[in-house]
């Protein structure tokens, strides 16, 4: 009995032992959270770059890739920063400001001496000239440094006329005005320029707002309904039914029209080709009786007349009888001698040489008329003021190490 005992004492601590110091044969688990801060650090860019992927336009990946930045590395001040410059890039001052404060608060902002870097009013001008869609990302960097300046949106507001943005460029401008009603720092002649542009487009209609019911959406929000009447619905059914029947009728007097134009269209070809046929036959035969080099030239010229003559009849959308009937009277003049051939030849080149004469003279008053627009010829500031610095006195960011290597 204690022998049996000993036995099964020595197997009950032999099976814990075996639990104990057993090697698990899979892979080791680590904790969730260990395992995204090694994923985090795994994809993360260096600042330079992020600053590529921003200048490249491409401000959705740069955000993802400074707030993964921001995470990886709390104490890094220049991952805010550059989060706050996408952030205005994309429209979002406040928060850009925001985050901004929050990188100024960090000891790495004094330390590596970081900075948001902008240009001065006259550098800015001249890009906004040359190329306003960059113009408006460097002003971003801008109205993130200085807050809100009205130079600032001035230059805004030219940059989105420039790019034919009107209704952007309206809202820079007001901006620019409600900060400086005078805008005295403006050339006359581009502030009269830039609001005769955005005057002779056409306001945009705000559509109407009047809501008659208000009801709330499944994430408790308020969702605005507009009912509308029953004559309305009512009246867009038979808007429907009026245009159903306008299109047939437009498909059947189409096709009727079309199929009318073709015998037309025979009528008109039908003399021509009996007339070159004609005319092709006679001057074979009196190449058969006696080879004749202008006859063998004229024949040539009848066999291609003939086949522009076929090739009036593959478009009869645009054939006009009339211009037909006198375009083929002087090619058919043209191909009965050398001399009229020759003559026509004359008053063909005389024709072009008038047509690209013309040409050049629309382009050059073009040129000139684009030359002399003051909105994209003279510079932005009026001689009171020379641009070289902003409203708050400032000139230009002399800091600019907000890329890098690492955070």
Same mark, same amino acid.
């Given at each position: 009995?204690?022998?049996?005992?000993?036995?099964?004492?020595?197997?009950?601590?032999?099976?814990?032992?075996?639990?104990?110091?057993?090697?698990?044969?899979?892979?080791?688990?680590?904790?969730?959270?260990?395992?995204?801060?090694?994923?985090?650090?795994?994809?993360?860019?260096?600042?330079?770059?992020?600053?590529?992927?921003?200048?490249?336009?491409?401000?959705?990946?740069?955000?993802?890739?400074?707030?993964?930045?921001?995470?990886?590395?709390?104490?890094? *001040? $220049? &991952?805010?920063?550059? =989060? @706050?410059? /996408? #952030?205005?890039?994309? !429209? %979002?001052?406040?928060? +850009?400001?925001?985050?901004?404060?929050?990188?100024?608060?960090?000891?790495?902002?004094?330390?590596?001496?970081?900075?948001?870097?902008?240009?001065?009013?006259?550098?800015?001008?001249?890009?906004?000239?040359?190329?306003? *869609? $960059? &113009?408006?990302?460097? =002003? @971003?960097? /801008? #109205?993130?440094?200085? !807050? %809100?300046?009205?130079? +600032?949106?001035?230059?805004?507001?030219?940059?989105?006329?420039?790019?034919?943005?009107?209704?952007?460029?309206?809202?820079?401008?007001?901006?620019?005005?409600?900060?400086?009603?005078?805008?005295?720092?403006?050339?006359?002649?581009?502030?009269?320029?830039?609001?005769?542009?955005?005057?002779?487009?056409?306001?945009?209609?705000?559509?109407?707002?009047?809501?008659?019911?208000?009801?709330?959406?499944?994430?408790?929000?308020?969702?605005?309904?507009?009912?509308?009447?029953?004559?309305?619905?009512?009246?867009?059914?038979?808007?429907?039914?009026?245009?159903?029947?306008?299109?047939?009728?437009?498909?059947?007097?189409?096709?009727?029209?079309?199929?009318?134009?073709?015998?037309?269209?025979?009528?008109?070809?039908?003399?021509?080709?009996?007339?070159?046929?004609?005319?092709?036959?006679?001057?074979?035969?009196?190449?058969?009786?006696?080879?004749?080099?202008?006859?063998?030239?004229?024949?040539?010229?009848?066999?291609?007349?003939?086949?522009?003559?076929?090739?009036?009849?593959?478009?009869?959308?645009?054939?006009?009888?009339?211009?037909?009937?006198?375009?083929?009277?002087?090619?058919?003049?043209?191909?009965?001698?050398?001399?009229?051939?020759?003559?026509?030849?004359?008053?063909?080149?005389?024709?072009?040489?008038?047509?690209?004469?013309?040409?050049?003279?629309?382009?050059?008053?073009?040129?000139?008329?684009?030359?002399?627009?003051?909105?994209?010829?003279?510079?932005?500031?009026?001689?009171?003021?020379?641009?070289?610095?902003?409203?708050?006195?400032?000139?230009?960011?002399?800091?600019?190490?907000?890329?890098?290597?690492?955070?």
């Amino acid at each position: 009995m204690w022998r049996t005992l000993l036995i099964l004492t020595v197997l009950l601590t032999g099976g814990v032992d075996a639990r104990l110091f057993k090697t698990p044969s899979g892979p080791v688990q680590m904790p969730p959270v260990q395992g995204q801060l090694i994923r985090v650090q795994q994809e993360l860019l260096t600042p330079d770059e992020v600053i590529a992927l921003m200048n490249s336009g491409k401000l959705d990946r740069a955000e993802r890739a400074a707030r993964a930045a921001m995470q990886a590395h709390p104490e890094s *001040a $220049r &991952s805010r920063l550059l =989060l @706050a410059r /996408v #952030l205005a890039r994309q !429209g %979002d001052l406040m928060q +850009a400001r925001a985050m901004l404060a929050q990188a100024r608060a960090l000891p790495q902002w004094k330390q590596q001496n970081l900075g948001v870097p902008y240009p001065t009013p006259n550098e800015l001008d001249r890009l906004v000239r040359s190329d306003p *869609a $960059r &113009s408006l990302d460097v =002003l @971003a960097d /801008v #109205l993130l440094a200085l !807050g %809100d300046d009205p130079k +600032a949106y001035f230059l805004q507001a030219r940059a989105y006329g420039e790019l034919g943005q009107w209704q952007k460029g309206r809202a820079a401008l007001e901006r620019a005005r409600a900060l400086n009603p005078g805008l005295d720092f403006v050339s006359p002649s581009v502030l009269a320029a830039l609001d005769q542009a955005m005057a002779d487009e056409l306001p945009v209609e705000k559509p109407d707002t009047s809501l008659s019911d208000v009801k709330f959406g499944d994430d408790g929000n308020p969702v605005m309904v507009q009912e509308t009447p029953w004559w309305q619905r009512a009246w867009v059914w038979w808007m429907v039914g009026i245009l159903s029947a306008l299109a047939g009728w437009f498909t059947v007097s189409f096709t009727r029209w079309k199929k009318q134009r073709e015998v037309d269209m025979r009528r008109t070809i039908s003399p021509m080709n009996l007339q070159l046929a004609q005319e092709i036959q006679a001057t074979e035969q009196q190449l058969f009786m006696r080879e004749d080099a202008e006859a063998r030239r004229k024949l040539g010229r009848l066999r291609n007349l003939q086949g522009q003559v076929g090739a009036w009849l593959v478009d009869p959308l645009s054939f006009d009888p009339p211009r037909i009937q006198v375009q083929f009277d002087r090619l058919w003049n043209a191909s009965l001698s050398d001399a009229s051939y020759a003559a026509y030849q004359q008053e063909e080149a005389a024709r072009v040489a008038r047509e690209a004469a013309e040409e050049a003279r629309k382009a050059a008053e073009e040129k000139a008329r684009r030359d002399a627009m003051p909105a994209r010829s003279e510079s932005s500031f009026s001689s009171r003021d020379s641009g070289s610095s902003w409203s708050n006195g400032s000139s230009s960011s002399s800091t600019d190490n907000s890329g890098g290597s690492s955070w």
